[in-house]
């Protein structure tokens, strides 16, 4: 079992920054895997970021060069720095970790882009 809980949403304007946390249960070293992906209003959820437990990253063509997904081993939470926000990442974000071929999510955070 692993439990995830985000925080870092809110409100912010087009170009501004926010930075996302998810803070797992288990050492980030023991997943296979942890992301972030994102659910608009009548659309599919989608994946933003992901980093593998050596260390390689992927992201989103929308979002590459504004995104950057990172970990601390130490407090076993990835970040999503989220760079010249635009309206259309609009959203709320999900937390991701993929444990034994399991998916677990976090509850999810608000993230609004808009002036």
């Known amino acids: 079992q692993v439990q995830l809980v985000e925080s870092g949403g809110g409100l912010v304007q087009p170009g501004g920054s926010l930075t996302l946390s998810c803070a797992a249960s288990?050492?980030?070293?023991?997943?296979?895997?942890m992301g972030w992906y994102r659910q608009a209003p009548g659309k599919q959820r989608e994946l933003v970021a992901a980093i593998t437990v050596g260390g390689i990253t992927n992201y989103a063509d929308s979002v590459k060069g504004r995104f950057s997904i990172s970990r601390d081993s130490a407090k076993n939470t990835v970040y999503l720095q989220m760079n010249i926000l635009k309206p259309e990442d609009t959203a709320v974000y999900y937390c991701?970790?993929?444990?034994?071929?399991?998916?677990?999510w976090g509850q999810g955070t608000q993230v609004t882009v808009s002036s």
């Open positions: 991701n970790a993929l444990y034994r071929r399991e998916n677990y």
């Open positions: 288990r050492s980030v070293f023991s997943l296979n895997a």
